[in-house]
């Protein structure tokens, strides 16, 4: 697939159906927790195993920088738990020369990184061709007929798309002269084979799977990635291994 020519296609654009019917999520919203901070606020507690992947800063020339290169540039530790503004050292800050430029990407993975964890994901699968995507419509990018249901899921409302695993990369909102949308906030295939959620609020991606293909996604050489628990906690003060910056 030429991506160069899909790069920045919205999601009619791009294919995905909208869903009336939000059935094919009412699994998530079964078994996520409630408003409790954690991975298992995203997906559902009930998989073998779960991965963290990292969402890229950017250096000048636009090359992905990962977040343990900007730690060991801090003279910070790399771990599961980490978080941006403990392993950068300050809550805002517009970048390190020679380091990075641009933060990672809060509340969206960037489509390359979408395309690197799909093309895994892919192999752990008996349904690529019929997957499910479901967008935040708070985040401003999409809209739908008030008779089409909504997946709530905690506090994010959600319209639901249909399509098939290439299309995991549509930047919802994307527009021709302004080709940076926003990724899905949650995606899975229609055998539940295995889950993805990205929150609004954060700067990481999470993943609920077997634990061959969690670890297939670890040993990924496009993605960054740690494993992660249910049970991890998800707010800005959960890195306990590198100091909070100051206020």
């Not at 993943?207 to 670890?215: F, I, N, P, Q, R």
Request: aromatic share 10%.
């Amino acid at each position: 697939m030429d991506h160069s020519a899909i790069g920045g296609l919205d999601w009619d654009e791009r294919g995905l159906r909208m869903v009336r019917d939000v059935d094919a999520g009412q699994w998530i919203v079964d078994q996520v927790h409630r408003f409790d901070h954690t991975v298992a606020s995203l997906l559902p507690p009930s998989f073998p195993a779960y991965a963290r992947i990292f969402h890229p800063a950017t250096a000048a020339d636009g090359m992905p920088v990962r977040w343990a290169e900007v730690a060991a540039a801090n003279g910070t530790t790399a771990h599961p738990v980490m978080e941006w503004g403990s392993i950068v050292g300050a809550w805002d800050t517009s970048g390190q020369p020679g380091v990075w430029e641009d933060d990672p990407e809060q509340g969206s993975l960037p489509p390359t990184t979408t395309r690197a964890l799909a093309a895994v994901l892919g192999r752990f699968t008996g349904t690529p061709d019929r997957c499910w995507f479901a967008h935040w419509e708070g985040s401003g990018h999409i809209c739908a007929p008030s008779d089409y249901r909504r997946l709530s899921m905690p506090a994010r409302d959600m319209i639901l798309f249909a399509g098939p695993l290439d299309m995991a990369d549509t930047q919802f909102g994307a527009t021709r002269r302004f080709p940076v949308g926003m990724s899905a906030h949650l995606w899975w295939p229609d055998d539940h084979a295995w889950c993805v959620a990205t929150d609004i609020d954060l700067r990481s991606t999470y993943l609920g799977a077997s634990t061959e293909c969690v670890a297939a996604v670890l040993a990924g050489g496009g993605l960054e990635a740690l494993p992660a628990r249910a049970d991890q906690r998800l707010t800005w003060d959960s890195d306990t291994v590198n100091p909070l910056p100051p206020d």
